[in-house]
């Protein structure tokens, strides 16, 4: 059994920052990858974005040049650097692993709020 527990969700103004930690804990053998996917009120799931455990990282377009994934291989911890914000950034957001298995985990989600 894998959990993840997810911290720094919150309410922020428009241009400002808050940074997402997210820990994994339990049966962890091997990850492959760890992310963070968000889903605003009537909208579907989207990307994030995502790392491996070699460090390489995957941005979705909106986010490019404001969000930075990185992540502490030791700890089994990612954070998401989030500045600049806009009120679209408004949404819950969930951690994600995947291990070296393929088998994916999700975390319970943090809100985060982003007022104009």
């Known amino acids: 059994q894998v959990r993840l527990v997810e911290s720094g969700g919150g309410l922020v103004q428009a241009g400002g920052s808050l940074r997402l930690s997210c820990a994994a804990s339990g049966s962890i053998f091997s990850i492959n990858t760890m992310g963070w996917y968000r889903q605003a009120p009537g909208k579907q799931r989207e990307l994030v974005a995502s790392i491996t455990s070699g460090g390489s990282t995957n941005y979705g377009d909106s986010v490019k040049g404001r969000f930075t994934i990185s992540r502490d291989n030791a700890k089994n911890t990612v954070y998401l650097e989030m500045n600049g914000l806009k009120p679209e950034d408004t949404a819950v957001y969930y951690c994600?692993?995947?291990?070296?298995?393929?088998?994916?985990?999700w975390g319970q989600g943090t809100q985060v709020t982003v007022s104009s």
């Open positions: 994600r692993l995947v291990a070296a298995s393929g088998y994916g985990y």
